[in-house]
T-cell receptor, first 113, second 114 residues
Framework: DSGVTQTPKHLITATGQRVTLRCSPR?????VYWYQQSLDQGLQFLIH???????AKGNILERFSAQQFPDLHSELNLSSLELGDSALYFC????????????FGQGTRLTVV | QQQVKQSPQSLIVQKGGISIINCAYE??????FPWYQQFPGKGPALLIA?????SEKKEGRFTISFNKSAKQFSLHIMDSQPGDSATYFC?????????????FGRGTQLTVWP
């Protein structure tokens, strides 16, 4: 158990809908990263937050947004969902502001039908 | 552009054998090189990591070899076991906001036959 908690574990929704994925980092970790994993793209970095502030953006679509709250938990919002958004979404946390390793949650499997 | 290249894509090894997975990187600003192990339906788990000031790091049956001049690093799994069957990812990260995230290789699916 990495100490990173993600909810829900599975999510099935229809195209055009909006969903929110939640992440609780390890105790004391200030950084939260979001990654998307699909068979064709591998593990793709989406966004990084450190202590409530956005630090870096990766291949994140404009339909997607995230935030980190004062209690350090983070939410990833996915809107106007398309079939191609079906993937595993991972949250990872780290005590550092950047660099070093990160500890991953179990992921949320999103299926868009 | 793939900043970390990993090979092979899949690997089949007999129980007791040595599994070797290789990675190469381009950005010399990377200063942390972890390996992750992922089982189906689970998140990647940090297995072992190395910094470029050492050429080798060993933890149990897992060893990272690092060649700074060649910009390559590899994972060796000694006495491979069926329980090691998983997907392995190499990764790299550096300092600063642009490099602080992990750059992953595409993964190697390891199968260890009993």
């Amino acid at each position: 158990d990495s100490g990173v908690t993600q909810t829900p574990k599975h999510l099935i929704t229809a195209t055009g809908q909006r969903v929110t994925l939640r992440c609780s980092p390890r105790s004391g970790d200030l950084s939260v990263y979001w990654y998307q994993q699909s068979l064709d793209q591998g593990l793709q970095f989406l966004i990084h937050y450190y202590n409530g502030e956005e630090r870096a953006k990766g291949n994140i679509l404009e339909r997607f947004s995230a935030q980190q709250f004062p209690d350090l938990h983070s939410e990833l919002n996915l809107s106007s969902l398309e079939l191609g958004d079906s993937a595993l979404y991972f949250c990872a946390s780290s005590p550092l502001s950047g660099g070093g390793g990160a500890f991953f949650g179990q992921g949320t499997r999103l299926t868009v039908v | 552009q793939q900043q970390v290249k990993q090979s092979p894509q899949s690997l089949i090894v007999q129980k007791g054998g040595i599994s070797i997975i290789n990675c190469a990187y381009e950005n010399t600003a990377f200063d942390y090189f972890p390996w992750y192990q992922q089982f189906p339906g689970k998140g990647p788990a940090l297995l072992i990591a190395i910094r470029p000031d050492v050429s080798e790091k060993k933890e149990g049956r897992f060893t990272i070899s690092f060649n700074k001049s060649a910009k390559q690093f590899s994972l060796h799994i000694m006495d491979s076991q069926p329980g090691d069957s998983a997907t392995y990812f190499c990764a790299a990260s550096g300092r600063g906001s642009t490099l602080g995230r992990l750059y992953f290789g595409r993964g190697t699916q390891l199968t260890v036959w009993p």
